[in-house]
């Protein structure tokens, strides 16, 4: 069983558009967080979440966690191009910082 | 803005070769960590770093990789015997407090083995 399962694995929108990226998982966690990832880059932190929490923003984006069904999402609000990228949910479970990573979202914003 | 770094940004060895990974950690964080991204394929965890020691590793880091903090600034990766399945892109994250909090992540390093 994997953890940190994203849906839908490509998202193709129009500018202006909003996105919404779907995450499960499988164990408990302390929290999740968002990542992007543009094309052969780093990942960037978007978004931290705790599992006492059931949503957040931050600017354009807001995240959601469903603990009882192991789930969260991403939503971004009024799509840029510039938002072109891979988007990753990442699960922390312990104190030693390890995160799981999902197979991500590849999200294309055409102008 | 401070950030991590690291290097080289690509690598070539030859299989059976040692390859040691670099990074430099945003100066003030604590703990450190390195994640492999086989291409096409999901970022994975491989080993924690905090106080000079382990703190978690994965499967994957078997007794072919080692990690080193060897100065105040430098955080590396070593593979000992290289394979041709530890191609992937290697990526370098640290963390200012505990392990439930953001992580900083670097460009990456990209390792090809032939």
């Known amino acids: 069983s994997q953890q940190g399962e994203e849906d839908p694995q490509a998202l193709s929108i129009q500018e202006g558009e909003n996105a919404t990226m779907n995450c499960s998982y499988k164990t408990s966690i302390n929290n999740l967080q968002w990542y992007r990832q543009n094309s052969g880059r780093g990942l960037v932190h978007l978004i931290l979440i705790r599992s006492n929490e059931r949503e957040k923003h931050s600017g354009r984006l807001r995240v959601t966690l469903d603990t009882s069904k192991k789930s969260s999402s991403l939503l971004i609000t009024a799509s840029r191009a510039a938002d072109t990228a891979s988007y990753f949910c990442?699960?922390?479970?312990?104190?030693?910082?390890?995160?799981?990573f999902g197979q991500g979202t590849t999200l294309q914003v055409k102008p | 803005e401070p950030e991590v770094t690291q290097t080289p940004s690509h690598q070539v060895t030859q299989m059976g070769q040692e390859v040691i990974l670099r990074c430099v950690p945003i100066s003030n964080h604590l703990y450190f960590y390195w994640y492999r991204q086989i291409l096409g394929q999901k970022v994975e965890f491989l080993v924690s770093?905090?106080?000079?020691?382990?703190?978690?590793k994965s499967e994957i880091f078997d007794d072919q990789f080692s990690v080193e903090r060897p100065d105040g600034s430098n955080f590396t990766l070593k593979i000992r015997s290289t394979k041709l399945e530890d191609s992937a892109m290697y990526f370098c994250?640290?963390?200012?407090?505990?392990?439930?909090?953001?992580?900083?992540f670097g460009p990456g390093t990209r390792l090809t083995v032939l």
């Open positions: 770093f905090y106080n000079n020691e382990i703190s978690e």
């Open positions: 994250a640290s963390s200012p407090t505990s392990g439930a909090n953001e992580q900083f």
């Open positions: 990442a699960t922390g479970s312990s104190n030693t910082g390890k995160l799981i």
